[in-house]
C-alpha cells in the first residue's frame, strides 16, 4: 500500500547523543476505531524501514488528542537539539543525551517537540518542550532548580520553600507529566521520515 502518514499521533525514540536512527511511531488504526497501531522505523542506508510493533488499545497509558500536521514542522530533531544544547548552557546543566516525543498540542494543533535531556550517569537533568513550527521554547526545566512556564520566558528560580516555588513546582510538575504517554504497530511509512529527521549541519 501507499505510504502514509495520516493519524500518526506520537513519535518517540529512545536516548540519543545525536539524531536517533530509530522511532516508534504511534497511530490511529485506520480500521479499528479507538486502537491504535505502532511501528517502528530504523534509519538504513537505503532510508527508513518500517516494522510493524503491535497495535491496539493499551499501547499508550495516555493518547495525545489530535494526528500531527506534518507540514506544519519546521524544525527537525537535529534543530531542536541544538536549541536544547543552547538553553542547557544558559542553564548551566550538560547533558549527553536526549529522547525525543513529537506531539500535537491538545488545544492547538501545533506540532512540539518534548526532550527529556539525560546526564552522564543517565539520570534526567532537564525537559524541554519546543515549537517544531516557530522553534521556541515553551517549557524547560532543569534538575537545578532553574526554569522557565512561559513561552520565551526567561530561566530563573524561586526562593527556596515559597509559595511562588510550590506552585511553580506543580506547573513543572503538570508540563512534565502531560508527555507521559508511556505504553504493540502496523502502520505504513514513507519519506517524509528521511526528510523529517535528515541531520542538518
Do not use: C
Request: aromatic content about 8%.
Amino acid at each position: 500500500g501507499a505510504a502514509t502518514s495520516d493519524g500518526v499521533i506520537l513519535l518517540q525514540s529512545s536516548a540519543s547523543a545525536a539524531d536517533p536512527v530509530q522511532w516508534s511511531v504511534y497511530a490511529r488504526d485506520p480500521f479499528r476505531p479507538g486502537e491504535l497501531v505502532r511501528a517502528t522505523i530504523t534509519a538504513e542506508k537505503s532510508g527508513w524501514a518500517p516494522k510493524a510493533s503491535g497495535a491496539g488499545t493499551k499501547l499508550l497509558t495516555r493518547v495525545p488528542p489530535l494526528p500531527i500536521v506534518f507540514n506544519r514542522i519546521r524544525f527537525r530533531s537535529s534543530d531542536v537539539l541544538k536549541i536544547a544544547r543552547q538553553n542547557a548552557m544558559l542553564a548551566k546543566t550538560n547533558f549527553v543525551t536526549a529522547s525525543y516525543q513529537l506531539a500535537a498540542n491538545a488545544t492547538t494543533g501545533a506540532p512540539e517537540w518534548g526532550l527529556a535531556l539525560d546526564g552522564t550517569d543517565g539520570h534526567e537533568v532537564g525537559f524541554i518542550v519546543i515549537s517544531a513550527e516557530t522553534g521556541a521554547v515553551i517549557h524547560q526545566q532543569w534538575d537545578n532548580g532553574l526554569s522557565s512556564n512561559e513561552l520565551g520566558g526567561p530561566v530563573s528560580s524561586s526562593e527556596p520553600g515559597s509559595k511562588g516555588e510550590r506552585a511553580a513546582d506543580n506547573v513543572k510538575r503538570a508540563a512534565r507529566n502531560a508527555w507521559e504517554w508511556t505504553g504493540d504497530t502496523g502502520l505504513e511509512v514513507g519519506h517524509f521520515f528521511k526528510r523529517l529527521f535528515k541531520s542538518g549541519n
